[in-house]
T-cell receptor
Framework: GDSVTQMEGPVTLSEEAFLTINCTYT??????LFWYVQYPGEGLQLLLK?????DKGSNKGFEATYRKETTSFHLEKGSVQVSDSAVYFC?????????????FGGGTRVLVKP | EAGVVQSPRYKIIEKKQPVAFWCNPI?????LYWYLQNLGQGPELLIR????????DSQLPKDRFSAERLKGVDSTLKIQPAELGDSAVYLC?????????????FGPGTRLLVL
């Protein structure tokens, strides 16, 4: 079945540091890939997505590239801010009989210190 | 545009009691999802609706959980009776269509504590 594996947190870094959160996936078809973010006390929000191989999703300074050959969708940001402190979830949606069902990774908590 | 609305935001009940959660999706979104999120984990799908029809309820524990989406808009998720292990966050999401590339929009969730 489908699965998503992402690096465990917490990840603690200083403001303006470079952030990478690794995400790899297993899917039977050709999935769409998503990064969702959950800020403290809030619901899940879509951060970015990519729907086919080599697509790059980007938003708010974050980027992730759909790498089919390595089945990866790593999230990166060049210079983080305190406001980026949140839990980040990698997810996939496979094009199969299951329809639009999101399969999530376990989440990575990121803490940015001033 | 209003997002996905859920109520209540928090619920504390004793075990063996019933509980219900309500969700109002984004206007015009035909597909509605209920997810369960345990502490420190990613959400897991419980049930997916396309309009009024439950098209995927394979992960819904049908002995105690039930859901309905009358008229294809609002939805209610019920647990009866609740168990200690049901303590979690229950998330509702909606999407415009059903393709795998569609974005799902999530509500704030209902945090359930069963004592």
């Amino acid at each position: 079945g489908d699965s998503v594996t992402q690096m465990e947190g917490p990840v603690t870094l200083s403001e303006e540091a470079f952030l990478t959160i690794n995400c790899t996936y297993t899917a039977t078809g050709y999935p769409s890939l998503f990064w969702y973010v959950q800020y403290p006390g809030e619901g899940l929000q879509l951060l970015l997505k990519a729907t086919k191989a080599d697509d790059k999703g980007s938003n708010k300074g974050f980027e992730a590239t759909y790498r089919k050959e390595t089945t990866s969708f790593h999230l990166e940001k060049g210079s983080v801010q305190v406001s980026d402190s949140a839990v980040y979830f990698c997810a996939l949606s496979d094009q199969g009989a299951a329809g639009n069902k999101l399969t999530f990774g376990g989440g990575t908590r990121v803490l940015v210190k001033p | 545009e209003a997002g996905v609305v859920q109520s209540p935001r928090y619920k504390i009940i004793e075990k063996k009691q019933p509980v219900a959660f309500w969700c109002n999706p984004i206007s015009g979104h035909n597909t509605l999802y209920w997810y369960l999120q345990n502490l420190g984990q990613g959400p897991e799908l419980l049930i997916r609706y396309e309009n009024e029809e439950a098209v995927d309820d394979s992960q819904l524990p049908k002995d105690r959980f039930s859901a309905e989406r009358l008229k294809g808009v609002d939805s209610t998720l019920k647990i009866q009776p609740a168990e200690l292990g049901d303590s979690a966050v229950y998330l509702c999401a909606s999407s415009l269509g059903t393709g795998h590339q569609e974005t799902q929009y999530f509500g704030p969730g209902t945090r359930l504590l069963v004592l």
